[in-house]
Each structure stands twice: as structure tokens, then as C-alpha cells.
């Protein structure tokens, strides 16, 4: 089939100008075909068998990829565009698939967002458009971040986070002395301080039941507690399942076993139900505190292996210099073993976090209610029914925008501490 389009000759950089000409001539026709279809509703290739015009712009684009892909052509440019998306004829037919799709779906798309959308407003009647209606998140915003917080106590979230914002990006321009310092309090103090800043009931401050927390808020909440407790519990269940010991070897791998073969979900359901009944007579934990438990133990199970997986990819020398060195196990472990475990698996350890905060939604199923819950909740509005796909829009921006940040900030520890192995 690639033979009979070479009636221009094979190819070459003989003839590069004339190739590269003729290939981008094919290829932009093929996308004017598209979008002329597309928005226009004009058939330039009308005269045509209806089943052939229908993939002429992939016909004119597939040889025009064909005329392009020169190899070693001496152009920078032209050589990584062949190497990335025109290396081969399966490839180019991919890379036209999605910049077609693309040209399809990307205007009306900016469209229902942007330029259809309603912004300004304070009623459903005023979104007269036939875009996206954000008038519905913009009052329902403040419901989206507290939940049903009262109004008069939100400045106590908003110093709580305050607080959490300015000591971490104080951690990155302090000298290491005083960084281990901050360190130390963001871990054992900060958490004290912010819960009995938000649920009130001491020094003054109103008792709020935390079935009132919600929104986004809760949705950092529940995360932070959870990240704060899974990564040392991992850390040591990843620990007693090499251990020589097999009390605390079969022990560790039962836990692992057992809470990496539980739906999430179903361990929310056991913490709501099944764990007040084996608290003793008289003793009541909070509901949030239950799914903060829940969560980590759950999360647990899968940081254990990821840090299990680092730990056997040590070779025996680093356990043996240790060792030479008088090196007790624990001692070991944190300043020699650990650390270069824990390097080799950040990416492991980033996903892990990842896939806490977006499995965060699912503590609707035990009444409480985070950013997806408080859009269920305000969908179900008789003044606003209808909008659901712009709360679910907005939640999936806010979702991105939290794990890019995370994935992207992994990616920064992994090249900090990178070695060559």
C-alpha cells in the first residue's frame, strides 16, 4: 500500500523541499476537509462516492505523512516531529485520529465553557445560554469549600489552612536547623491545634459536629490526616513483613492481605456500622475519626508494599555495611536502608497519595460530605435542578489541580534526590 503512493518517488533528502512541501499541502487540506465539515457543513470532496469522501481528510493526511517522513533529514524540527508522532504509517494514522478528534470536539467544548456560558447572575432563569450555567457553582461556592459549616465560624477553616500554608512555604526559605524544627511541629502540633481550632468547644469557641464540616475542606482534612498516618504505618507493616521473626512477618502480611483484598467502600461501611459495635459500653467515636482510621489502615496496606518493593531493591552490601558499622536493626534502617529505599520508590509513593485523595469521595456512602457530596446535595435543589454537570466539572478541575500539583511536586523529589545506580 506505502509502495503505490510513491508516484513523487521514494521519500528522500534529495528532494526534501519538494516532499515536505507536497506532504504539508495533503495534510492541511485534509484538516481544512475536517473543519469545513465539521463547523460549515461544506463537502469540498462532495463529488465523491459518499463512503470514500467521508475518509478523505485521513486519505489526504496519511499521504501527506507519508511524503514527510524522511529519515535523518538534517531539519531538527522535522526529524522530532517524525520521530514522535510520524515514526511509522500505524503511528501517523493515531496522530491524525486525535488531531481530527480534536478539531471536532475542542470548539464546542470552549464553547459550552466559555463562550455559551453564563457567569453573572443569581437565578437559575438568568442562564439563558446554551453553555454552562457557572452562576450554579458561584452560589453554591461558598457551600462547595465548608460544607455546611456556619457561616460566622469560617474564618476558623480559613486560619486553620492559613496557618498550614504559611509553615510549609516557610519550610522551603528556612535554614535546615530551624527546618526540622517546623517539620516537628506540623507533624505533632499543628493537627491538635487545627482540630480544636475547627470543632470549636474550647477557649470560647462554638462546638461545631462534624457532620456540618464538608466541601473541599473536609476533603483536605480527611487527606492530610489520612497521608500523615499511612506513610509510618506502611512503613512498618513493609518492615515486619521482612522480618525474620514470624510472628510479626505473617502478622504484617495477614493485615496487607487482608486490607488490599476490602473495596474501599466496604471498609467504610465497617468503620460507620460494624466498628461502634466493638468499642466498649459507653465509649463513642466520632464518625469522621472512624473513615480517618478506615482510610489509613486501607492506604496503609498499599504504601506497605510500595515501600516493601524499594526495600528489596537494595542490594545485600548496604545491609551488610550497616551491619560491619555495629549498627543496630533500627538504626539501620533510618539512616542507612530507609532513605534509599524510600528514594527508589517516590513515584510508587506519590501514586499511593494520588489515589487517597481522589478515593476521598466515596465517604458519601457513611452521610458525610466532601466537594462531590455537597454537589449531590446541591443538585438535588428544586431551584437548581439541571446543573449537575457543571458541579461535576468544577469538582474534576479542583481534583486535577490538586494531584497535578502533587504529581508534579514528586517529580521534583525524584530529580532532588536522584543518583545514578
Not at 483536605?220 to 512503613?235: D, E, N, Q, T
Not at 558499622?325 to 528514594?343: D, F, N, R, T
Request: aromatic share 16%.
Amino acid at each position: 500500500m506505502i509502495k503505490s503512493l510513491n508516484f513523487l518517488g521514494t521519500p528522500s533528502r534529495d528532494k526534501l523541499n519538494l516532499f515536505v512541501s507536497v506532504g504539508a499541502f495533503l495534510f492541511v487540506l485534509g484538516i481544512i476537509d475536517v473543519i469545513l465539515n465539521s463547523f460549515f457543513e461544506i463537502n469540498i470532496t462532495s463529488f465523491l462516492p459518499r463512503w470514500i469522501n467521508y475518509f478523505t481528510p485521513l486519505i489526504f493526511g496519511f499521504i501527506g505523512f507519508h511524503y514527510i517522513r524522511i529519515e535523518f533529514s538534517g531539519n531538527k524540527t522535522l526529524d522530532n516531529f517524525n520521530k514522535n508522532i510520524n515514526s511509522n504509517w500505524f503511528n501517523s494514522l493515531l496522530s491524525m485520529l486525535i488531531i481530527f478528534v480534536l478539531i471536532q470536539n475542542i470548539p464546542p467544548l470552549l464553547n459550552w465553557l466559555f463562550f455559551d456560558a453564563n457567569f453573572t447572575g443569581e437565578t437559575k432563569e438568568e442562564c439563558t445560554g446554551s453553555g454552562a450555567c457557572w452562576i450554579f457553582v458561584k452560589i453554591w461556592f461558598p457551600r462547595f469549600i465548608y460544607g455546611l459549616y456556619p457561616n460566622a465560624e469560617i474564618w476558623r477553616i480559613n486560619l486553620s489552612f492559613l496557618m498550614l500554608i504559611v509553615l510549609v512555604i516557610s519550610g522551603f526559605f528556612v535554614p535546615p536547623k530551624i527546618k526540622k524544627y517546623i517539620i516537628i511541629f506540623l507533624l505533632f502540633v499543628f493537627p491538635f491545634i487545627a482540630i480544636n481550632l475547627i470543632s470549636g468547644g474550647n477557649f470560647g469557641l462554638e462546638w461545631v459536629e462534624t457532620t456540618a464540616w464538608g466541601g473541599l475542606s473536609l476533603t483536605f482534612i480527611i487527606s492530610i490526616f489520612a497521608l500523615l498516618f499511612c506513610f509510618p504505618v506502611g512503613m512498618f507493616l513493609a518492615l515486619g513483613r521482612r522480618s525474620s521473626a514470624p510472628v510479626i512477618r505473617y502478622s504484617s502480611i495477614g493485615f496487607i492481605e487482608f486490607w488490599r483484598g476490602v473495596p474501599l467502600i466496604t471498609v467504610l461501611f465497617m468503620a460507620s456500622v460494624m466498628m461502634p459495635m466493638f468499642l466498649p459500653d459507653g465509649t463513642y467515636m466520632d464518625k469522621l475519626v472512624r473513615v480517618i482510621i478506615a482510610i489509613t489502615l486501607f492506604e496503609a496496606a498499599y504504601m506497605a508494599e510500595v515501600i516493601r518493593g524499594g526495600l528489596q531493591a537494595l542490594p545485600r552490601g548496604q545491609y551488610d555495611a550497616g551491619k560491619s558499622l555495629g549498627m543496630g536493626y533500627w538504626k539501620m534502617h533510618l539512616l542507612v536502608i530507609l532513605p534509599q529505599a524510600l528514594k527508589l520508590v517516590i513515584p510508587g509513593i506519590a501514586n499511593t497519595f494520588l489515589a487517597l485523595v481522589k478515593d476521598t469521595p466515596l465517604i458519601l456512602v457513611v452521610g458525610l460530605l466532601e466537594l462531590v457530596g455537597m454537589i449531590d446535595m446541591a443538585k438535588t435543589n428544586p431551584d437548581w435542578l439541571g446543573f449537575a454537570t457543571e458541579g461535576y466539572v468544577f469538582a474534576g478541575i479542583v481534583f486535577w489541580i490538586i494531584c497535578f500539583n502533587m504529581s508534579r511536586y514528586s517529580q521534583r523529589l525524584e530529580r532532588k534526590y536522584k543518583t545514578d545506580r
